[in-house]
Nanobody, 123 residues
């Protein structure tokens, strides 16, 4: 099973990026997919989640209205569209998958993690 995150890069404040998380190795229809981020010297932070089956979404207050999480079933891929980026959005972004029904906003004991993709927002 593999979660492959990509799409990070350097962008100016106010710009946009779209991250992708390609899932392979199993069916994720019963999973909730997550994006977390971790900035240097800071703790891991929940960003957004989406229920793979129902498409229901949830966002951290810090990104609500600016970020959009979505999934494309045919490609087994989850996206994070990030608009109006701010320097404080600079972090390594990780995708994860959890089979539990209850929200896992701390990211503990996730079933699967992908490697991070770095997002740097310059002022």
């Amino acid at each position: 099973v593999q979660l492959q995150a990509s799409g990070g890069g350097l962008v100016q404040a106010g710009g946009s990026l779209r991250l992708s998380c390609a899932a392979s190795g199993r069916t994720f229809s019963r999973y909730t997919m997550y994006w977390f981020r971790q900035a240097p010297g800071k703790e891991r932070e929940f960003v957004a989640s989406i229920n793979w089956n129902y498409g229901s979404t949830y966002y951290a207050d810090s990104v609500k209205g600016r970020f959009t999480i979505s999934r494309e079933r045919a490609k087994s891929t989850v996206y994070l569209l990030m608009n109006s980026l701010k320097p404080e959005d600079t972090a390594a972004y990780y995708c994860a998958a959890d089979s539990r029904v209850t929200p896992n906003l701390r990211g503990n004991d996730m079933d699967y993690w992908g490697k991070g993709t770095l997002v740097t927002v310059s002022s």
